[in-house]
């Protein structure tokens, strides 16, 4: 069994900072890359951020420049670093891993393993 876990959301300032935890667990866990994807109200899911097996990463234009994501082996644990923030990056935040290569790391429904979400709200 598989089980993703997010932390770190909040409420913060607009030029705010919060870092976001995606913690794996589960013996059967084994993914070629791990992705931070994100829903606001009204709007489809989308990726923010995702890190491959080999290291490479990649980002929305939306986010460049503002977030990192990275990971950490021992802890088993996928961050994304989210700094300057503003209000359109008010959504739920999801962790979700990928098993295989499929087409596109864009896609949503090549995931396989998701996490329950973690809300960031970005407000004066």
């Known amino acids: 069994q598989v089980q993703l876990v997010e932390s770190g959301g909040g409420l913060v300032q607009p030029g705010g900072s919060l870092r976001l935890s995606c913690a794996a667990s589960?013996?059967?866990?084994?993914?070629?890359?791990v992705g931070w994807f994100r829903q606001a109200p009204g709007k489809l899911r989308e990726l923010v951020a995702v890190?491959?097996?080999?290291?490479?990463?990649n980002y929305a234009d939306s986010v460049k420049g503002r977030f990192t994501i990275s990971r950490d082996n021992a802890k088993n644990t996928v961050n994304l670093q989210m700094n300057s923030l503003k209000p359109e990056d008010t959504a739920v935040y999801y962790c979700?891993?990928?098993?295989?290569?499929?087409?596109?790391?864009?896609?949503?429904?090549?995931?396989?393993?998701w996490g329950q979400g973690t809300q960031v709200t970005v407000s004066s």
């Open positions: 890190i491959t097996w080999p290291g490479t990463t």
């Open positions: 589960g013996s059967g866990f084994r993914s070629v890359a």
């Open positions: 979700a891993a990928k098993e295989t290569y499929g087409t596109s790391w864009w896609a949503s429904n090549e995931y396989n393993y």
